[in-house]
């Protein structure tokens, strides 16, 4: 079967009004017929999902939460399941993104939310990344330890094919001329892949993919295709752009 990329995109806390979720699908609707090898994951706020997983949608055009419980059910006041989520229809959730951890989850909460995806058959997207980058290369060191914590102790089966978003804390909500450059794009997700074997063998890490996301924008999501190694991104605010979210997903498109 021939290897699609994927574009996440993440709404986060907008738009606004079910009205407008509903003029920005409808755009994300349109420029997706035109994506011939590129899978499409809209992300919405939970009030929005299920009115826009009503509406007739492309096949390369899929579901997922921005976060799930990392319990099955109990009296959890204000947490979604990750049950409730696949019984709408749901296909992905994000687990671990930065503005998650930075809410207090540890490592080890995600690894609890990752077991639970993979017991109802919610495909998780983990999300790793550093809070600043060194010489010394210890943010690497931190990217090991997030992926090492968060997957070690899951049984192998669940691993294959894994989705790991590399989001480096600095780079997000920053202008494209701030971004990541390629090139360090490229050798980080080289290193992600090199844990990902060492962990849990090379077959893993081969069948895995590896988002980008942090600034991500028309102006760079070129370059960041063309030089930096990666299977797809992780889009915030600019999905929220048609213009910006056409760009990125003919970029993305083109790589195949």
Wanted: hydrophobic share 40%; glycine share 10%; with cysteine.
């Amino acid at each position: 079967m021939k290897r699609r990329d994927i574009v996440v995109a993440n709404w986060k806390m907008s738009p606004e009004t079910l009205i407008e979720a509903k003029k920005v699908f409808n755009s994300v609707r349109g420029l997706a017929k035109g994506i011939r090898n590129t899978d499409i994951i809209i992300c919405p706020p939970f009030p929005f999902l299920y009115p826009l997983l009503k509406l007739n949608h492309p096949k390369n055009v899929f579901f997922g939460v921005q976060n799930i419980a990392s319990e099955i059910k109990g009296a959890f006041t204000g947490e979604v399941s990750a049950d409730m989520a696949k019984g709408i229809g749901t296909k992905f959730s994000i687990i671990g993104h930065s503005e998650r951890r930075a809410m207090g989850e540890s490592n080890e909460i995600i690894r609890k939310k990752l077991q639970v995806a993979f017991d109802t058959d919610l495909i998780p997207i983990l999300c790793v990344g550093e809070k600043e980058r060194d010489k010394d290369g210890n943010h690497l060191a931190f990217i090991k330890n997030q992926i090492k914590e968060c997957l070690t102790g899951l049984h192998k089966k669940y691993l294959v094919g894994i989705i790991v978003a590399y989001e480096p804390i600095w780079a997000i909500g920053k202008s494209y001329k701030e971004a990541m450059t390629p090139t360090d794009i490229h050798e980080t997700t080289l290193f992600i892949k090199k844990v990902i074997g060492e962990l849990f063998g090379g077959d893993i890490a081969v069948g895995s993919k590896i988002l980008y996301g942090g600034s991500v924008e028309a102006e760079n999501a070129g370059s960041i295709v063309e030089y930096g190694n990666i299977d797809g991104f992780l889009v915030g605010h600019a999905s929220l752009s048609a213009e910006q979210f056409s760009a990125i997903l003919k970029a993305a498109d083109l790589k195949r």
